[in-house]
């Protein structure tokens, strides 16, 4: 299946045309943090970080966190770069299809939240092999899945944000062995128009 409209991202950061941007950490991130105080520490890897306000809210949760922020978009990482930054916060331009050798099996956890969707569905499995890649045996994916941005339509001209079901989801995951599931089940919160539509995955790195 063909998915040609996918974005030039740098150019979308760089006309300021990023309606996904909410200039928050995503509500469920939040939500989660403050209810799993100690959690997510280490090195923490966040995918498609956009303008970093999840990279962000990570490092203010767990202050001993090395939260990384890895984006494609210069553009985007420059943002990131503009905020006042903790010492343990760091941004990387770069292809999580290509990920960086400092990134390969140096991760605690992963934090997804709309890179999944934003990829090409045709690269899903290259995403899967990804995050496993940078994650340590044992280490732990997060992540909130958009089963459904157009309630059963796509978007007109088929780009992003791509849905997904959680069987689509478990196999991939799971299928080449490479995680188990921990957790799959409605996030605490999130984006009123986003209700029902997501789900909260919890998968650890075999
Ligand atoms: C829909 S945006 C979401 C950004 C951010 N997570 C947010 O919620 O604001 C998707 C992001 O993924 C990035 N991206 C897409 N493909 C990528 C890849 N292969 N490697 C790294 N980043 C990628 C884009 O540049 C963009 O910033």
Redesign the pocket.
């Known amino acids: 299946m063909g998915f040609s409209a996918q974005p030039n991202?740098d150019e979308q950061y760089r006309i300021g045309e990023t309606p996904?941007?909410k200039g928050e950490a995503?509500p469920p991130l939040a939500t989660w943090l403050r209810g799993h105080p100690g959690s997510m520490t280490g090195t923490v890897l966040v995918?498609?970080?956009?303008?970093g306000?999840?990279v962000r809210a990570i490092a203010a949760a767990e202050p001993t966190s090395k939260p990384i922020g890895?984006?494609?978009?210069p553009a985007?990482i420059t943002a990131c770069q503009r905020h006042p930054q903790r010492a343990a916060e760091q941004y990387c331009v770069?292809?999580?299809?290509a990920l960086p050798e400092t990134l390969r099996g140096t991760c605690d956890w992963v934090w997804e939240?709309?890179?999944f969707c934003?990829?090409d569905p045709n690269r899903r499995d290259e995403y899967v092999a990804a995050v496993a890649t940078a994650l340590k045996p044992g280490g732990q994916l997060l992540g909130i899945f958009y089963l459904d941005p157009y309630r059963g339509d796509h978007q007109p001209g088929g780009g992003?944000?791509h849905g997904c079901t959680l069987d689509e989801l478990r196999q991939r995951f799971t299928g080449a062995g490479r995680f188990s599931v921990e957790a799959a089940e409605p996030p605490a919160d999130c984006y009123p128009e986003r209700a029902g539509r997501e789900l909260l995955l919890r998968l650890s790195r075999r």
Do not use: E, N, R, V
Request: with cysteine; aromatic share 12%; hydrophobic share 35%.
């Open positions: 991202w996904w941007d995503a995918p498609g970080c956009g303008t306000h999840d890895l984006d494609l978009s985007a770069g292809d999580l299809f939240h709309t890179c934003a990829i992003p944000p």
